[in-house]
């Protein structure tokens, strides 16, 4: 099997237009926030997203004082996944085709949208398995290589239950982020996060409600 073609590269497909300079946003989150997300048990069987309200709350801590945030369901795929996301903060625009189906959470941080911080999941048709991920992440023309990230340092376990390795990268001085390589209910998956340095206080935690709330949908 070739994984690694250009119309197979889902990943390069979705991310290619992400990846040039970062553009300074006036109106970015506040350095000091953080989240503090409404504990949700862990599925660690899920067959539908019926049980899964159509929103929900969480706190994001800014300058010492708690906001509440709301949530919004995001079940377009919901034979695959499901999740929640910060709405008035991101744009969610999915992509499905013959090679595999994604989404892309675009950073849209006081109405301004920022290619380049995204948090991006990803399931792609001809990767069944957690060693073909993760040929087709590392591999000589995969996408670390093709989207020419330098690797700073892999982390095992993570703290989500459905990533299994975590990988830190940069792209020059300006651009830093995640891959994290998924499996959860038979399916495998990845995970991007991507932000300029410069987002480096007020981005991860809002793309942390988007990783903690992801599930994967299990078998019917």
Not at 97 to 117: D, H, L, P
């Given at each position: 099997?070739?994984?690694?073609?250009?119309?197979?590269?889902?990943?390069?497909?979705?991310?290619?237009?992400?990846?040039?300079?970062?553009?300074?946003?006036?109106?970015?989150?506040?350095?000091?926030?953080?989240?503090?997300?409404?504990?949700?048990?862990?599925?660690?069987?899920?067959?539908?997203?019926?049980?899964?309200?159509a929103t929900k709350t969480a706190t994001i801590g800014v300058e010492g004082e708690k906001v509440p945030v709301t949530l919004k369901l995001y079940d377009q795929y919901s034979d695959l996944f499901s999740t929640y996301f910060p709405d008035k903060e991101f744009i969610a625009e999915g992509l499905s085709s013959g090679e595999g189906t994604g989404v892309k959470f675009i950073a849209n941080f006081g109405g301004t949208r920022n290619e380049n911080?995204?948090?991006?999941?990803?399931?792609?048709?001809?990767v069944k398995t957690l060693e073909q991920l993760k040929s087709?992440?590392?591999?000589?023309?995969?996408?670390?290589?093709t989207n020419k990230w330098q690797v700073v340092n892999r982390e095992q376990p993570v703290t989500y239950p459905w990533a299994k390795e975590k990988i830190v990268?940069?792209?020059?001085?300006?651009?830093?982020?995640?891959?994290?390589?998924?499996?959860?209910n038979d399916k495998v998956f990845y995970v991007?996060?991507?932000?300029?340095?410069?987002?480096?206080?007020?981005f991860p935690p809002r793309a942390n409600l988007i990783l903690e709330n992801l599930q994967a949908t299990g078998m019917k």
């Amino acid at each position: 099997m070739h994984l690694y073609s250009k119309n197979i590269l889902i990943g390069a497909i979705l991310l290619t237009s992400s990846l040039g300079c970062a553009a300074p946003i006036n109106n970015q989150p506040s350095s000091d926030a953080s989240v503090s997300p409404t504990p949700t048990g862990i599925q660690t069987s899920y067959n539908s997203t019926s049980n899964r309200p159509a929103t929900k709350t969480a706190t994001i801590g800014v300058e010492g004082e708690k906001v509440p945030v709301t949530l919004k369901l995001y079940d377009q795929y919901s034979d695959l996944f499901s999740t929640y996301f910060p709405d008035k903060e991101f744009i969610a625009e999915g992509l499905s085709s013959g090679e595999g189906t994604g989404v892309k959470f675009i950073a849209n941080f006081g109405g301004t949208r920022n290619e380049n911080a995204y948090v991006h999941i990803a399931f792609l048709n001809d990767v069944k398995t957690l060693e073909q991920l993760k040929s087709f992440v590392n591999g000589q023309n995969g996408l670390i290589a093709t989207n020419k990230w330098q690797v700073v340092n892999r982390e095992q376990p993570v703290t989500y239950p459905w990533a299994k390795e975590k990988i830190v990268f940069n792209q020059g001085k300006d651009i830093v982020g995640n891959i994290y390589l998924g499996q959860q209910n038979d399916k495998v998956f990845y995970v991007i996060t991507q932000f300029p340095v410069e987002y480096g206080d007020g981005f991860p935690p809002r793309a942390n409600l988007i990783l903690e709330n992801l599930q994967a949908t299990g078998m019917k």
